[in-house]
């Protein structure tokens, strides 16, 4: 099992002082450890991105992770937002305006992340027929719509961040379940 597949295991188990479950255990403590330095919000993406299952009609009525999620994440992206200085925040209209903005930023970059595959081909990139997928030319992935020029690319880069969180958190996480499970059998 892929560190996914096991801590998907591990959130859904009911029992997890079960022997059956000692690896789901694990696999908790692992992520929690991973945390550490990923300020909870590693732990976060990779709980609703693979154990919340209909992501998209979460991310409308609002599950408790997804509403953690988005709170830190809004917060993140402002911070970048600013550091970058994406905005001019002199007045209080700019500045006004510029919370508005990052927030669609966001919150459209994080729906896309979790549900962002092209509705034709249902993210394969390939027709039934074997062949290339003409709305998404190949790639699976949808088009991000509602936002255009500017927005669009703080949206695009939003992504990639996400993604890119994501992995890292895997990473850390697996190199410390593969520590564990050497400790466990010693
Ligand atoms: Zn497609």
């Known amino acids: ?104 930023i966001a919150e459209r970059s994080l729906a896309h992340w979790l549900d962002g595959k092209c509705a034709a081909c249902s993210g394969s990139g390939n027709t039934l027929d074997r062949r290339i997928c003409v709305t998404c030319k190949g790639t699976g992935k949808a088009e991000i719509t509602g936002a255009g020029g500017f927005e669009l690319e703080k949206v695009k880069d939003m992504v990639s961040e996400l993604e890119g969180l994501l992995q890292s958190h895997n990473a850390r996480a697996a190199g410390m379940l593969r520590g564990a499970s050497h400790t466990h059998r010693d």
């Open 1 to 104: 099992m892929g560190f996914a597949d096991r801590y998907l295991h591990a959130v859904n188990s009911s029992d997890l002082r079960d022997d059956e479950h000692h690896h789901a255990t694990d696999a908790l403590c692992a992520a929690a450890l991973a945390d550490v330095t990923g300020a909870g919000l590693g732990s976060l993406l990779s709980r609703v991105k693979y154990a919340d299952g209909t992501q998209h009609k979460l991310f409308e009525s609002g599950s408790a992770n997804l509403a953690s999620l988005l709170r830190i994440w809004t917060e993140r992206v402002i911070q970048k937002g600013r550091e970058r200085k994406w905005l001019k925040e002199n007045t209080a209209w700019d500045a006004d305006s510029a919370q508005k903005l990052y927030r669609r």
